[in-house]
């Protein structure tokens, strides 16, 4: 995905043009005064959305018991 930065007047003039490039995949960076202040990055489709979460939470590794076993213990040790 490429990279485009614009300024603020720049995309008031050319901004159908700017829009067309984002629905194209294009990542628009806008800056005023030399800093970025927005980025125009296309739409994601729910099925997308769902697809790069799924890899993120396939990527996380739990380490030790599950909660529900550490909760269930403590509410145990509280009982005695």
């Known amino acids: 995905?490429?990279?485009?930065?614009?300024?603020?007047?720049?995309?008031?003039v050319n901004l159908l043009t700017l829009l067309e490039q984002v629905a194209k995949g294009e990542e628009i960076i806008i800056v005023q005064q030399n800093q970025a202040?927005?980025?125009?990055?296309p739409a994601q489709t729910r099925s997308h959305w769902l697809a790069r979460n799924r890899k993120l939470r396939n990527s996380l590794q739990?380490?030790?018991?599950?909660?529900?076993?550490?909760i269930i213990t403590a509410r145990q040790?509280?009982?005695d």
């Open 1 to 12: 995905m490429s990279m485009l930065e614009v300024s603020v007047d720049e995309l008031a």
């Open 37 to 41: 202040i927005a980025r125009l990055v």
């Open 62 to 70: 739990v380490k030790g018991e599950p909660l529900s076993t550490t």
């Open 77 to 79: 040790g509280e009982r």
